[in-house]
């Protein structure tokens, strides 16, 4: 049975990953997450469900055309994989900016910088790739996402061996 996403769009999910990756779980910081999105209580259950859920299921094999192919694994179908490599693409997006760049001076972002943000994100796209070690996902996407962690990761460390 196909979940039931609402009128939750696919870019707000994408915004509402990248919040949940700046905060630290603790009671304070999920009651600032709650009043900063305006969505149904239950909808982070609706995007879990939806995460286990097609974690569980093979990936299809891919059709021809480019903007179905990408339906296979984002949207409703969202994975685990493709929730680890945008985390990857932000963290290179971060590592792109100026050290002074405002998007580091907004409160959300505790005072990192542009190397520290871009291993927050570094972190949550292993804890994804650590899901689908879990869940023995086997498909053209976890290597992709090793990949891009890689990249990301050699962007954060930099040359820091002295």
């Known amino acids: 049975m196909p979940l039931d996403l ?5 870019s707000q999910a994408s915004e509402t990953c990248v919040q949940i990756s700046q905060f630290s779980g603790r009671e304070d910081n999920l009651r600032l997450f709650k009043s900063r999105f305006k969505f149904p209580a239950n909808m982070l259950k609706v995007i879990s469900d939806a995460l286990f859920t097609n974690e569980e299921r093979p990936l299809p094999p891919g059709p021809d055309d480019g903007v179905a192919w990408a339906n296979t694994f984002s949207g409703r179908n969202i994975r685990f994989e493709m929730l680890g490599l945008f985390f ?3 963290g290179l997006a ?3 900016l100026q ?16 190397r520290q943000t871009a ?4 972190e949550c796209a292993e804890v994804c790739l650590k899901m689908c070690d879990l869940a023995e996902t086997v498909n053209y996407l976890v290597p992709c996402l090793i990949i891009n962690l890689k990249r990301l990761q050699t962007g ?3 040359d820091d061996s002295k």
Not at 6 to 10: A, L, Q, V, Y
Not at 102 to 113: C, H, I, K, M, Y
Not at 119 to 122: A, D, E, K, S
């Open 88 to 90: 990857c693409y932000i």
């Open 99 to 114: 050290d002074w760049d405002p998007l580091f001076s907004v409160t959300e972002n505790q005072g990192r910088d542009r």
């Open 156 to 158: 954060c460390t930099g």
């Open 119 to 122: 291993w927050r994100m570094n």
């Open 94 to 96: 971060y590592q792109s």
């Open 6 to 10: 609402g009128t939750f769009s696919e």
